[in-house]
T-cell receptor, first 115, second 112 residues
Framework: SAVISQKPSRDICQRGTSLTIQCQVDSQVTMMFWYRQQPGQSLTLIATANQGSEATYESGFVIDKFPISRPNLTFSTLTVSNMSPEDSSIYLC????????????FGEGSRLTVL | DAKTTQPPSMDCAEGRAANLPCNHSTISGNEYVYWYRQIHSQGPQYIIHGLKNNETNEMASLIITEDRKSSTLILPHATLRDTAVYYCIVTYLSVNTDKLIFGTGTRLQVFP
């Protein structure tokens, strides 16, 4: 199974700043996704990170707020821009090793607190 | 939107079977049923999935009703480490819709 490393694991940020979260996988994977989990809530899919092209965003999420990069098959970044306290969440990277299996592997998440 | 309905919480005694129900009455013929769990402060973990037939692996069994409108995840001998939020997810598997939408899940508490 894929091993996923996320950085930072946690951070405290000031309102109005931006933070980039990195997701590194130890093997090439077909699909990479970014989820958000607000305190006490379930996971919400932000976007699918597409290798070499623009990410595909879910309803309610836009590129200006959550720019995503995926330069290759093992790495992706999610930036949370112009942060507000409402952005305080755990952000999780997940990957699918083989397309059409539905079996996702998740990183441990990046816990962001915005003051 | 999530297409499943799960009870918000359940309790189970250690060593007993935990049976977690999921209702997916609007499931389509080519949609799969997936189960994940999330132990506190960790990323979700895949458990099992199925289409029509019952499935079993080293972690759990999945029982899908004949009309596919509901399913049950069975942890045969629950341990304290099985305390987690369990998510039932219904999804297509295709090139263009290869993503999982999580619902609210069931919080399973295993007690000694």
């Amino acid at each position: 199974s894929a091993v996923i490393s996320q950085k930072p694991s946690r951070d405290i940020c000031q309102r109005g700043t931006s933070l980039t979260i990195q997701c590194q996988v130890d093997s090439q994977v077909t699909m990479m996704f970014w989820y958000r989990q607000q305190p006490g809530q379930s996971l919400t899919l932000i976007a699918t990170a597409n290798q070499g092209s623009e990410a595909t965003y879910e309803s309610g999420f836009v590129i200006d707020k959550f720019p995503i990069s995926r330069p290759n098959l093992t790495f992706s970044t999610l930036t949370v821009s112009n942060m507000s306290p409402e952005d305080s969440s755990i952000y999780l990277c997940s990957v699918q090793e083989h397309q059409n299996t539905g079996e996702l592997f998740f990183g441990e998440g990046s816990r962001l607190t915005v003051l | 939107d999530a297409k499943t309905t799960q009870p918000p919480s359940m309790d189970c005694a250690e060593g007993r079977a935990a049976n977690l129900p999921c209702n997916h009455s609007t499931i389509s013929g080519n949609e799969y049923v997936y189960w994940y769990r999330q132990i506190h402060s960790q990323g979700p973990q895949y458990i099992i999935h199925g289409l029509k037939n019952n499935e079993t692996n080293e972690m759990a069994s999945l029982i899908i009703t004949e009309d596919r409108k509901s399913s049950t995840l069975i942890l045969p001998h629950a341990t304290l480490r099985d305390t987690a939020v369990y998510y039932c997810i219904v999804t297509y598997l295709s090139v263009n819709t290869d993503k999982l939408i999580f619902g609210t899940g069931t919080r399973l508490q295993v007690f000694p």
